[in-house]
């Protein structure tokens, strides 16, 4: 079984469309219930082959099982136990992007469908990146493969190197980058276009002040993963 994990609005629709292109994976569910890992399946519960929509009642060795990015309970700037035990058990794929760029994506989306009321940030979106980069450096890269979807749209051997590593086949397509992207709109332009001041005076609420405060906490990890010159970063 492949594990996949997500930080919110970083390509997971890609990168689960990518895996299912694959012969060795024949379905995948989407679910926060770690308990159907061991078979405990709701007869409710579905399990979705992504092209094929073949029905899966439980899991099999070729699976694909999603979940975002969750904290502890008792601690909103770790990751859920739950989550890192089975980073360490099955071959895990991580999405990332730039955290602005997911947040731009966050904002958009919540104003596209018309959040009632006054819009406010999900503040756990930044516990959920501080989660990630704390816990980083102890992550066995032996187990836990990152895929930069926004470094490596043509990078052809990166993505080979994570296909080997999950016991996938190679192949030489590579899908859409970012596929449920609703296309493009004003802000995405800003951050296209490089337009600090723009993206400032369009993002909500504190946004813009609550990632940069984080910096020191994303960067290293950022950086790792090949990010440079972020618009956010203090040069």
């Not at 469309?17 to 159907?36: I, N, Y």
């Amino acid at each position: 079984m492949i594990f996949c994990l997500s930080q919110l609005h970083t390509g997971t629709q890609t990168s689960l469309a990518w895996l299912c292109k694959h012969d060795e994976v024949d379905g995948m569910m989407l679910s926060t219930g770690v308990h159907k890992l061991f078979g405990l399946v709701d007869p409710a519960d579905t399990v979705h082959d992504w092209e094929s929509g073949r029905i899966h009642e439980r899991f099999s060795e070729g699976m694909v099982y999603h979940e975002h990015v969750r904290c502890d309970r008792q601690n909103p700037y770790r990751m859920n136990r739950t989550q890192l035990v089975m980073a360490t058990i099955f071959p895990t794929l991580i999405p990332i992007r730039d955290p602005l760029a997911s947040i731009i994506s966050y904002q958009h989306r919540a104003d596209f469908h018309g959040v009632p009321g006054q819009w406010a940030p999900d503040l756990d979106l930044f516990n959920r990146w501080v989660a990630m980069a704390e816990i980083y450096p102890y992550l066995d890269s032996r187990a836990v493969q990152f895929l930069p979807w926004d470094l490596w749209e043509n990078d052809h051997p990166g993505l080979n190197k994570i296909e080997r590593h999950l016991g996938l086949r190679e192949r030489s397509d590579i899908p859409t980058i970012l596929n449920n992207c609703s296309g493009p709109y004003e802000l995405r332009r800003c951050y296209l276009e490089g337009d600090v001041d723009a993206l400032k005076s369009r993002l909500k609420g504190n946004l813009w002040r609550d990632l940069v405060e984080r910096e020191g906490q994303l960067r290293p990890m950022l950086e790792s993963l090949g990010y440079h010159e972020l618009l956010w970063w203090d040069r």
